[in-house]
């Protein structure tokens, strides 16, 4: 069981995809993701979600992601949060998101 202490330290924030390209160095299919974190800036993240999601597709969504860990670097691109989803059966990846638009950068509670 971790503390609420160590649950706030995690950060979690919600941010929006501005841009995505291809990451064919990743050892499985990925994008490489840049997201509009508000106040903390746009962060770079790395995303396997090509099984169920185009460039077209993740461009302007809103995310769920976790701001808290260091840096990871994944081959020659260095990923600064995680964008969070649930991994389904077959390996694909399910983006968790907001219901409803929320602002940039807004913290979960």
Do not use: H
């Not at 979690?12 to 990925?30: L, N, Y």
Request: with cysteine; aromatic share 8%; charged share 25%.
């Amino acid at each position: 069981m971790i503390t609420w202490q160590d649950f706030e330290n995690v950060g979690i924030r919600v941010g929006t995809i501005v841009e995505v390209s291809d990451f064919p160095e990743a050892r499985k299919p990925a994008y490489k993701l840049k997201v509009d974190l508000g106040e903390l800036g746009i962060k770079n993240s790395s995303a396997q979600l090509t099984k169920l999601y185009s460039k077209e597709d993740l461009l302007g969504k809103q995310v769920i992601c976790v701001t808290g860990f260091a840096p990871k670097q994944i081959g020659p691109f260095r990923s600064e949060v995680l964008t969070t989803g649930f991994i389904q059966k077959d390996g694909s990846v399910v983006l968790v998101i907001p219901e409803r638009p929320v602002e940039n950068g807004a913290k979960l509670a």
